[in-house]
C-alpha cells in the first residue's frame, strides 16, 4: 500500500484560512485516487472531498463546497486541500486517503489512510 503522511494542520480563527497537504511514498501515487476524511470528537468519520487520478475530476461534501479546494500535484507526490472560510464545525483530525481501485467517497473510502492532522477554528 502507499504510505502517506499529512501535514498543514494547526489552530485558525472562525473566517481563516488552512491548506493541508498529503505527501505520498512506496507506490506509483498518479495511480490512486485521493480523498480527505476528517473525524471530529465524539463523531463518525465523514468524507470531506475527493480527487481523481489526473486531478481532472473533483468532488466535495456538501458542508465544504464553495469553502474547500483539492488539487493534486502528481509529479511532486502530493495532494492538497485548500480550506477557507472555516467554520468552528471545521475542527477536526483530517485524515488523506487514497485507493487505486475507487475514487474514494462517503460510501467507499480508500484503502490506505494516513495518521492524521489535527485542524482547529477558534469562534
Known amino acids: 500500500q502507499v504510505q502517506l503522511v499529512e501535514s498543514g494542520g494547526g489552530l485558525v480563527q472562525a473566517g481563516g484560512s488552512l491548506r493541508l497537504s498529503c505527501v505520498a511514498s512506496g507506490r506509483t501515487f498518479s495511480n490512486y485516487a485521493m480523498g480527505w476524511f476528517r473525524q471530529a470528537p465524539g463523531k463518525e468519520r465523514e468524507f470531506v472531498a475527493a480527487?481523481?487520478?489526473?486531478?481532472?475530476?473533483?468532488y466535495y461534501a456538501d458542508s465544504v463546497k464553495g469553502r474547500f479546494t483539492v488539487s493534486r500535484d502528481n509529479a511532486n507526490n502530493r495532494v492538497y486541500l485548500q480550506m477557507e472560510s472555516l467554520k468552528p464545525e471545521d475542527t477536526a483530525v483530517y485524515y488523506c486517503?487514497?485507493?487505486?481501485?475507487?475514487?474514494?467517497?462517503?460510501?467507499?473510502?480508500?484503502?490506505?489512510w494516513g495518521q492524521g492532522t489535527q485542524v482547529t477554528v477558534s469562534s
Open positions: 480527487i481523481t487520478r489526473s486531478g481532472s475530476k473533483t
Open positions: 486517503n487514497a485507493d487505486q481501485q475507487l475514487l474514494p467517497s462517503a460510501n467507499f473510502p480508500g484503502t490506505s
